[in-house]
Every structure is written in structure tokens, then in C-alpha cells.
């Protein structure tokens, strides 16, 4: 059950702290579902940081103390294959929330796609919060419960879909994350390629090669345009997820 309308953080509360007020975290993340007092404990303990590109924020197999809110940016997260071999599992986009909640380590590595920003607390404090407050453990639940969902769908890109509809799939991942309104509004979708062509065929199972023709095809049939070779704009949201939607 949610959490009634008294007990949810009203964002014109002056004893909502200042960060907080305008939190995406704070309103569509696990932090909606905490008491004033809950959120008061919780923000004299975080930390507020920008990660530059290609930082690790965690650690495949570290012990974890600490976990993020994501704040603006990107994340992906990875696992390393004994041979070397990188595989991208997964991303992550504002107001995600970083690590596992009750797990003494990681089981992927999570590194800043673009520039990151995140909140941090200790997971000591999180996890007290955690046994006091039953909504944000449902809120924690969810948010697996739709990785799991999502991961299930992509299962079905990499195994079903064409190179084509994997690349348009990929571009409505973004598009949808980063720019959410455009669908709804009518307007064109913009974003930039938080993945270098690398990253992305390693995330599409493709090689480098086929990724670039692919986004060549759909800039040639207006699908998309491209500037500064990364810098993409949807003219037509619905036109770009019927193109990453198998034919019957």
C-alpha cells in the first residue's frame, strides 16, 4: 500500500531539507517514500558528488558500504567474462537507485556512461531506514521487480529482433529515459548517445560496423537525424518504435 497523503513529503514543507525539494529522487525514486523525519535522518548522512565518464561508481565483487541515487546522467553496468571480454547487462538513468539493498557485495560493475550525478548515503543508515519504514522496502522491491521486466524485454531484442530493430529498439531505451515527454507531447525527442558505438554494439550484441549502418539507414529514411555524430533528434517517436518492432 502506498503511503498516505500525510505521511508523504510534501515539497513545500519547510522541514523538507533544501536538496530534497527538488530531487527527481526525491519525488519518482525511493525517497517518495519517506516521512519528513526519514528524510531528514537520511540527508544529514548523504553526499551529493559528479562522477566523471567512465568512473566506476561500484565495483564487481566489493564489498558494498555505501548506495547512490542517481540524479542526472547515465550508468551502465557490466560483468566481466573470464577471457577479458566486457558485456554490457544493463543501464541506468535518473532517479534509479545504485546496489542492492541486504547483499554484502556487487554483482556487476556500475560506471558513469556520461557525466553522473548521484546522492550517496552509507548503507548502514539505508537499511535502518529500511526495517522502519515497510514503503520504502515496497519501493525498493518495485524497482527490481521493473529491472527484471526490462532485462526480460531486452532478452527478447538480442534474441529475436534485427539489426535494424535492435538499433531503433536502443535509440526509444534512450529516448524514452532521457526524454519521456516527447511521445506524450507530439514534440521531437532529443538526446545524446550516452554509449560510444563501441558500448552500443557490445549492448546489442553487433559489431561496431553494423551499429554505424544501421543509424546511417534510419538518418536516410528520416527516421532520425545526427549531428556531431552523436547528438541524435526523433522527429516522430511512434515512428521510430514501429521500426523497432518486429514485423508479423
Given at each position: 500500500m502506498p503511503p498516505s497523503k500525510d505521511r508523504r513529503q510534501d515539497i513545500h514543507n519547510s522541514e523538507t531539507p533544501v536538496l530534497c525539494r527538488a530531487c527527481e529522487a526525491r519525488h519518482k525514486g525511493i525517497c517518495g517514500a519517506l516521512t519528513t523525519d526519514q528524510l531528514v535522518h537520511l540527508s544529514k548522512h548523504?553526499?551529493?558528488?559528479?562522477?566523471?565518464?567512465?568512473?566506476?561508481?561500484?565495483?564487481?565483487?566489493?564489498?558494498?558500504?555505501?548506495?547512490?541515487?542517481?540524479?542526472?546522467?547515465?550508468?551502465?553496468?557490466?560483468?566481466?567474462?573470464?577471457?577479458?571480454?566486457?558485456?554490457?547487462?544493463?543501464?541506468?538513468?535518473?532517479?534509479?537507485?545504485i546496489g542492492r539493498p541486504f547483499s554484502r557485495q556487487s554483482n556487476t560493475t556500475a560506471e558513469a556512461a556520461t557525466t553522473v550525478r548521484v546522492c550517496s548515503f552509507p548503507k548502514t543508515v539505508l537499511e535502518e531506514i529500511i526495517n522502519q519504514a515497510p514503503d520504502l522496502e515496497h519501493r525498493l522491491h518495485e524497482q527490481s521487480l521493473r529491472e527484471l521486466d526490462e532485462a526480460r524485454d531486452w532478452l527478447l531484442t538480442l534474441g529475436r529482433k534485427t539489426a535494424r530493430e535492435k538499433v531503433a529498439s536502443f535509440l526509444c531505451l534512450i529516448a524514452?529515459?532521457?526524454?519521456?515527454?516527447?511521445?506524450?507531447?507530439?514534440?521531437?525527442?532529443?538526446?545524446?548517445?550516452?554509449?560510444?558505438?563501441?558500448?552500443?554494439?557490445?549492448?546489442?550484441?553487433?559489431?561496431?560496423?553494423?551499429?554505424?549502418?544501421?543509424?546511417?539507414?534510419?538518418?536516410?529514411?528520416?527516421?532520425?537525424?545526427?549531428?556531431?555524430?552523436?547528438?541524435?533528434?526523433?522527429?516522430?517517436?511512434?515512428?521510430?518504435?514501429?521500426?523497432?518492432?518486429?514485423?508479423?
Open positions: 548523504t553526499t551529493r558528488r559528479a562522477v566523471e565518464r567512465e568512473t566506476e561508481l561500484v565495483q564487481i565483487g566489493e564489498d558494498i558500504t555505501q548506495y547512490s541515487n542517481i540524479l542526472g546522467g547515465v550508468v551502465k553496468l557490466t560483468k566481466l567474462m573470464s577471457d577479458g571480454r566486457q558485456q554490457i547487462v544493463g543501464l541506468q538513468f535518473a532517479p534509479d537507485f524514452d529515459h532521457i526524454d519521456p515527454e516527447a511521445e506524450n507531447s507530439g514534440q521531437e525527442a532529443h538526446f545524446d548517445l550516452p554509449l560510444k558505438r563501441a558500448d552500443i554494439a557490445d549492448f546489442l550484441g553487433l559489431t561496431i560496423e553494423t551499429v554505424s549502418r544501421q543509424i546511417t539507414k534510419l538518418r536516410k529514411e528520416s527516421l532520425i537525424t545526427v549531428e556531431n555524430n552523436r547528438h541524435i533528434t526523433v522527429p516522430d517517436m511512434a515512428v521510430l518504435r514501429e521500426a523497432a518492432t518486429p514485423e508479423i
